[in-house]
């Protein structure tokens, strides 16, 4: 449903994607997983067509980005990071609002909306402004957004960053439960997500893609099977490794200092 090929994309001297290229089946939840600055959301951005690549290009259920632009974008729902919306509006009016520039009218129109605010939960507040709202109902609102057109493909740039656990677990709950008729990406920093949500991983660092197979392929790269060693190792460079080595290690002196100092 998703296929991504030979994405490319540099600012300046930078590059910041060097060749990306994965696929997406239905059924599959992916999580893009990198630290920050490796080209995640440089990377979702070409695919939904918020920038031109430099190189390569995608396909979304058959329709290549950059020859069929408008057909790609019919067949994705995506939530950009920060949950970008009108926020002088209402729920509902933005709602209405995403759903005309879908090109929906009437009848249809209400039932599309009437369905993603319930997807969503979002009952209790359609009538209140968004910029009124918190940061876990402002992320609802922009996933309804997302739904509302119901797409094959669902991007997500950072869906549960800086949301509390109970708004995360409402958040990765929606994604479970549209994950069997969809293609969807969970770009992402937060290794728990992985465990939570997702079927097979992505590692990009520093605009290369190290790393893809499932969460279980991945913990096996370490011994004792912890995610986050494996997402050191791939991610960072020796010299970064070495200089994580150093500041632990003055960590774990300062620590010991202070409590061979509180025994005494």
């Given at each position: 449903m998703l296929s991504v090929n030979d994405?490319?994309?540099?600012?300046?001297?930078?590059?910041?994607?060097?060749?990306?290229?994965?696929?997406?089946?239905k059924g599959e939840v992916l999580g893009f997983l990198g630290p920050n600055g490796a080209g995640k959301s440089t990377t979702m951005r070409m695919i939904t067509g918020f920038i031109a690549p430099d190189g390569g290009t995608a396909e979304i259920c058959g329709h290549d980005i950059l020859k069929d632009p408008v057909g790609a974008k019919r067949c994705l729902g995506y939530l950009p990071e920060n949950a970008p919306s009108y926020r002088s509006m209402t729920v509902t009016d933005?709602?209405?609002?995403?759903?005309?520039?879908?090109?929906?009218?009437?009848?249809?129109?209400?039932?599309?909306?009437?369905?993603?605010?319930?997807?969503?939960?979002?009952?209790?507040?359609?009538?209140?402004?968004?910029?009124?709202?918190?940061?876990?109902?402002?992320?609802?609102v922009c996933f309804a957004q997302a739904i509302l057109h119901d797409p094959e493909v669902l991007i997500m740039d950072e869906p549960t960053d800086g949301l509390d656990p109970n708004q995360k677990f409402a958040v990765r709950?929606?994604?479970?439960?549209?994950?069997?008729?969809?293609?969807?990406?969970?770009?992402?920093?937060?290794?728990?997500?992985?465990?939570?949500?997702?079927t097979r991983c992505v590692i990009i660092a520093h605009g290369k893609i190290v790393?893809?197979?499932?969460?279980?392929?991945?913990?096996?790269?370490?011994?004792?099977?912890?995610?986050?060693?494996?997402?050191?190792?791939?991610?960072?460079?020796?010299?970064?490794?070495?200089?994580?080595?150093?500041?632990?290690?003055?960590?774990?002196?300062?620590?010991?200092?202070a409590e061979k100092k509180e025994a005494c």
């Open positions: 994405l490319e994309k540099s600012f300046g001297s930078i590059r910041a994607v060097q060749k990306v290229r994965f696929d997406v089946k933005f709602l209405t609002f995403i759903a005309q520039v879908r090109g929906f009218r009437g009848a249809e129109l209400k039932q599309r909306v009437d369905a993603a605010i319930e997807r969503t939960s979002l009952g209790v507040a359609v009538r209140q402004t968004i910029d009124t709202l918190s940061k876990g109902y402002r992320q609802r709950q929606l994604i479970k439960s549209m994950a069997k008729e969809k293609a969807i990406i969970v770009s992402t920093h937060i290794l728990e997500e992985v465990d939570a949500v997702c790393a893809n197979g499932t969460p279980e392929e991945l913990k096996k790269k370490d011994p004792n099977g912890h995610l986050d060693v494996v997402f050191r190792q791939l991610t960072l460079t020796p010299e970064e490794q070495a200089e994580n080595e150093k500041i632990n290690k003055k960590i774990l002196a300062a620590a010991d200092a």
